[in-house]
């Protein structure tokens, strides 16, 4: 495959609100050593993005500055060490960084097959969600079969993957959203009961049933204590973000009592061995259901490179059910 010398991509002029996204014309990066690069397809958009564009989610210092953390596309080059992938190989990838580009490098341990059948939006839909919360809600939370789970923002790319993945294991699922809409989507996804937080106390709620073993929380702020008090006794609360801030004060007395565990985490800092562990496990116990399409990603709409400011808008406007990606090839 022949390789151009210069590609065009989206970056970050400065920190500020979505018009900040402009397209550039950069050079084609080269794979180093263990990293393949990817033609890509798509690129997903997830929230991490629209925080390093703000200032607040700075990338790793050997990582690319432009955004955009997963994306599915064919390889078009590897780097030396590298045994598993061929040029033209199709694959959707998790990245370090440079998504919204028509190249990226990445790691090759980061990179899995497109699910047999899958279109490459929805392979461009994957990784950011499926690594976090398989890593959080399986891995910290130790979420098992049986047990009841609750996950904030249920109609958020987070939140349709750990609906169904959670189902998918036998857990009982119950979420929260911000509309009768995004209700209904989280049902038929596999929650038993989806609960409008407008409308609804998800403390009284959840208590209702028993409580929560384990929660999957981005929101926190005034969620933290309020999810506490909606933990079960030995309950884990798993964090991976901060909506409303990381601060608060809370008594935890509770947490002592009733043996409760708060954990969390955020994927981009770990390690390259411990992000290659997490798409080992995918591999073999997600991969299978993708790709006799138990479960999907939920799609909510395409923009083109050009336009990642507008689909930053969409997905800061808070109205979108499920992924949003940009459209490159």
């Known amino acids: 495959m022949t390789l151009p010398t210069s590609m065009t991509a989206v970056e970050i002029t400065s920190h500020g609100g979505p018009e900040v996204l402009q397209p550039v014309t950069v050079p084609v990066p080269t794979p180093k050593a263990g990293e393949i690069l990817i033609k890509v ?3 997903g958009v997830n ?32 780097g030396p060490g590298v045994a598993r992938w061929s040029v033209g190989d199709a694959v959707t990838a998790l ?3 440079g998504g919204y580009a028509e190249y990226v490098t990445t790691y090759a341990d980061h990179a899995l097959p497109v699910p047999d059948g899958m279109p490459m939006d929805q392979a461009a839909a994957l990784c950011e969600t499926y690594f976090t919360v398989w890593s959080n809600v399986f891995r910290r939370g130790g979420l098992k079969a049986g047990e009841r789970f609750l996950v ?15 189902a998918l294991r036998g857990a009982r699922v119950f979420t929260t959203a911000g509309s009768a809409d995004k209700c209904t989507a989280c049902v038929s996804l596999g929650a038993e009961a989806a609960w ?29 204590p309020r999810n506490v008090k909606a933990l079960a006794d030995d309950g884990r ?12 004060e809370m008594n935890f007395t509770q947490m002592m009592t009733r043996r409760l565990t708060l954990t969390g985490s955020t994927l981009r800092p770990q390690s390259v061995a411990a992000k290659a562990a997490i798409a080992r496990d995918l591999e073999a116990d997600v991969w ?7 479960i999907a990603p939920v799609m909510d709409s395409e923009f083109a490179l050009a336009d990642a400011a507008q689909a930053h808008a969409r997905m800061e406007g808070s109205t979108h059910i499920g992924k949003i990606v940009l459209k490159v090839a």
């Open 41 to 43: 397809a798509y690129a």
């Open 47 to 78: 929230r991490p993005d629209a925080l390093q564009r703000a200032g607040l989610y700075n990338p790793p210092p050997d990582a690319s500055p432009l955004p955009g953390l997963e994306a599915a596309g064919t390889v078009a080059a590897v």
């Open 152 to 166: 904030h923002g249920g109609s958020s790319g987070i939140g349709t993957t750990a609906i169904q993945l959670a």
């Open 95 to 97: 990245l370090p960084g």
């Open 288 to 294: 299978p259901h993708l790709a006799s399409g138990r």
């Open 237 to 248: 609360l798993v964090q991976i973000a901060f909506l409303q801030g990381p601060k608060v």
């Open 196 to 224: 409008n937080y407008r409308e609804v106390d998800f403390v009284d709620a959840m208590r209702a049933q028993g409580g929560a073993d384990v929660i999957l929380d981005m929101v926190g702020g005034d969620y933290l």
